[in-house]
């Protein structure tokens, strides 16, 4: 049962309240906090120059307080209640204090899932997270409902939730940081994949599952849960379900749930047809993965006709296998989404041949041995660039004395230096493909901005 926002109302009018992070993400819920009459404080690493001239004169006219800087967390200090950016550990020394002398520590997307007066789709996994999600909105949204989407993409929700009604539809991506120490879930979870990831901020592998199992460890029977049957790891989880279970699977025949027949390149779902491979306009057999999910999510919703609709006409989103230009034969292409070595492998098994992969960046401490070991063959040359680059490097090099084979690997400064090199390699007919396998943050604050960049330096290529 979703609570009445109105007790939330009550509960935080008066009350100090400190929010942790000043991102774009956390500004909205500053403002909104304020609005409903609690005592905000704003909290932040960076500095005032740091945040710019901008975000303070945004909340210059408002009685809010600030504590910016290195040290910033030593004011943590005499709260109720604490709302903590999604990526800040709970086990954190300044967020273990606070609990204990008493605050309510909690999150923006904890607390939009509890008084959300609207159905929520919740999806989370490794890879094609995104995907999913846009999917499931654009094909609510093609049955005509109103539909908000939020989490990691989209807007801020939380400060917008006076203005969500009960027949709406939510759809929410949900990272692992944010459902780390939720106790709330959506009545439809989906888990696309799993795979190692963020074991730079998690403990290990068992954490990030445990993280990943939030979005449905408090359904209830009249919910959903649906698993990848061919991931293992999620493929595990079917004795926990809670509620009704959906799978979906490119392997095998599904009753219920959705699969892709290899006889004739069909998605089934709950035995009824629905498209072919080919009517598909993303192409990859991992888009089939998350159009399954997404069919399996919908289908108490959604008409047939709208999930077809949708399959014909979805042109992609950015940053995922997306197409940039043709030059002298050669076509690049921004997968700059890709901080994984599984996602860029993703990648690389959708474009039919070998190509010229530039990769590397931020270290999250997660094994390069799948991609060189599955990804080699579907290589021509390789470009690597950021932090990564000669770790990268020795594993593919380890890989590669293995099997006895060779593989051009080029080492570069820089993202305009990898650009240079592929252009000044490839030839008529051609793939290159920025698909990092890791994050972006040696060089760049988030996967956009880094895609933007290669956007920017493919096209000023003459």
């Not at 008066?14 to 942790?20: I, W």
């Not at 009545?187 to 403990?203: F, Q, R």
């Not at 993303?282 to 399959?311: Q, T």
């Not at 990268?392 to 099997?403: G, P, Q, W, Y």
Request: proline share 3%.
């Amino acid at each position: 049962m979703k609570k009445d926002f109105n007790e939330f109302i009550s509960f935080i009018k008066n009350k100090k309240t400190a929010v942790v992070g000043m991102g774009i993400s956390n500004r909205p819920l500053i403002h909104f906090l304020n609005k409903l009459g609690a005592e905000v404080t704003a909290f932040d690493k960076k500095t005032k120059e740091e945040l710019g001239e901008e975000v303070i004169n945004e909340f210059s006219n408002e009685n809010i307080r600030l504590e910016l800087g290195e040290n910033y967390l030593s004011a943590l200090q005499g709260f109720d209640v604490i709302f903590k950016t999604p990526s800040m550990r709970i086990d954190s020394e300044a967020l273990v204090k606070a609990k204990q002398a008493g605050a309510y520590i909690t999150s923006e997307m904890e607390e939009f899932i509890k008084y959300c007066p609207a159905k929520i789709f919740g999806v989370t996994g490794s890879d094609g997270k995104t995907t999913t999600t846009t999917l499931i909105y654009n094909m609510l949204k093609e049955q005509g409902f109103k539909t908000w989407v939020g989490g990691n993409i989209g807007t801020p929700l939380f400060s917008k939730i006076q203005e969500v009604s009960k027949t709406d539809k939510v759809v929410l991506e949900l990272s692992s940081f944010q459902l780390m120490t939720i106790d709330v879930s959506p009545e439809v979870a989906v888990i696309t994949n799993l795979s190692p990831n963020h074991l730079d901020i998690h403990k290990g592998m068992e954490e990030y599952i445990a993280a990943k199992k939030n979005v449905f460890t408090h359904q209830n029977k009249n919910n959903i849960l649906i698993l990848n049957r061919d991931n293992k790891i999620t493929n595990d989880m079917e004795s926990e379900a809670l509620g009704k279970l959906f799978k979906f699977s490119r392997n095998e025949k599904i009753v219920d749930g959705a699969y892709y027949s290899n006889e004739d390149e069909n998605i089934y779902l709950f035995g009824d047809k629905i498209c072919n491979k080919e009517e598909i306009k993303i192409k990859g057999m991992d888009n089939v993965e998350n159009f399954m999910a997404a069919f399996c999510a919908v289908s108490e919703d959604v008409s047939k006709e709208s999930m077809i609709n949708v399959a014909k006409n979805f042109a992609g989103v950015e940053h995922r296998r997306e197409f940039v230009r043709e030059l002298n034969g050669v076509r690049y292409y921004n997968d700059s989404i890709a901080s994984s070595p599984t996602r860029t492998l993703s990648g690389l098994n959708a474009y039919g041949k070998p190509v010229i992969l530039i990769a590397g960046g931020y270290d999250k401490h997660i094994p390069f041995e799948p991609l060189a070991e599955n990804g080699y063959d579907k290589i021509k040359v390789l470009i690597l660039t950021g932090n990564t680059k000669y770790k990268i490097k020795e594993t593919f090099d380890k890989v590669l004395k293995e099997k006895n084979i060779e593989l051009p690997i080029i080492i570069v400064e820089n993202l305009e230096d990898a650009v240079r090199q592929a252009k000044k390699i490839g030839v008529n007919g051609d793939i290159v493909t920025l698909s990092p396998a890791c994050a972006s943050f040696d060089m760049f604050p988030n996967f956009e901005i880094r895609g933007n960049k290669f956007k920017d330096l493919v096209n000023n290529l003459e």
